[in-house]
């Protein structure tokens, strides 16, 4: 039902309708990446709908979040090289780049230069201490779409209902305890998130 109230984008934050950009995304990467994409929408929809957010904005931003996602390494990092960005960006892998480029990608191939939009792309997977309303509901409802299955999802998902704000907390410490448990390299602005969002 949500979705339908966003079947047409009429407020000028896409040049293209749903239908076009949905099928622009859809060409950018695997069916089962467009269908994690279309959950998180939906998702997102819910979120926005509960906490206030523009509804159009928000279908644009998650329908947009993993456009980079599955572009070649070669690719993203030749656009790290030639863009505005440290070279330091390059040792955190695509599972950074495609937020943090791929917001860039998104403003000049599908041409959404709102920056709440861009800015909510650009920190889907780190967050950060400085947050929009627009930022949040994405990095939460990717986290908590309904095809994701891990131990606290449920939580999670039960948090995100009620509280925005814990519930990025929850989602930022949870990544930490799963990137530490692995000794996996951390990106400094998912650090930024945790002290700002988890430390009390």
Known sequence: M???MVSNYTLGYSPMTRSELMSKVASQMS???FEHVLRVEEMALILAERYGCCLEKTSIA?????YAKERPDEEMIALIQAGDYSTDLIKYGNAIWHGVVGADVVAKELRITDSDILHA???????SSEMSLLAKVIYVADYVEAGREFPVVKEARALALEDLDRAVAFETKQTLLYLTQKEMLIYPKTLETYNHWVVK
């Open 2 to 4: 949500v979705k339908e």
């Open 31 to 33: 069916r089962k990446r």
């Open 62 to 66: 998650a329908l947009t979040h993993d």
């Open 121 to 127: 792309i650009r920190l889907h997977t780190t967050g």
